[in-house]
């Protein structure tokens, strides 16, 4: 076999290494199978539904992170509604002093490039409300 070519262990045809990904931990440099057989098995449903799960969870998992971020920032650590006390994390929930947040929630998500620009800011203008509080307070806007 040629230097500058090796087998796919997938589809076992012999390829140039122009055909395989690069990959510094194996023994010749390259991965084991062809970027073709690579792009047939990211394009396979089961294996494109295993990433967009894996994708979900992550970003889901992300996004609780930063929302635990700001909600500690808020509050000092301590966890609890700015105007009554409140401690049950899961009624907890980020509030625009100054207005009306409901125009973020937009879909129920606020999403994370959205709370990431919340820390850069370093949370002005937002507090720490409970879901009670929240509505509340946007009854008596509207
Ligand atoms: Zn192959
Ligand atoms: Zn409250």
């Known amino acids: 076999m040629a230097v500058d070519k090796k087998r796919c262990t997938r589809c076992g045809k012999i390829k140039p290494h122009a055909d395989f990904n690069k990959e510094a931990c194996t023994a010749t440099g390259f991965r084991a ?23 979900a969870e992550y970003i889901q ?44 929630r937009k879909n129920g998500a606020i999403n994370i490039l959205y ?6 800011t370093g949370c002005v203008g937002l507090q720490c409300l409970c879901h009670g509080c929240n509505v509340r307070k946007s009854i008596q806007i509207k």
């Open 33 to 55: 199978d062809c970027r073709a057989c690579r792009k047939a098995y990211r394009n396979r449903p089961d294996v494109k539904k295993q990433v967009a799960e894996y994708q």
């Open 115 to 120: 709370y990431q620009k919340m820390l850069e």
């Open 61 to 104: 998992a992300l996004r609780n992170e930063l929302r635990c971020w700001i909600l500690v920032i808020l509050t000092n650590g301590r966890l609890e509604c700015t105007l009554c006390d409140n401690t049950n994390y899961t009624s907890l929930d980020i509030d625009h002093i100054a207005e009306d947040g409901n125009k973020y």
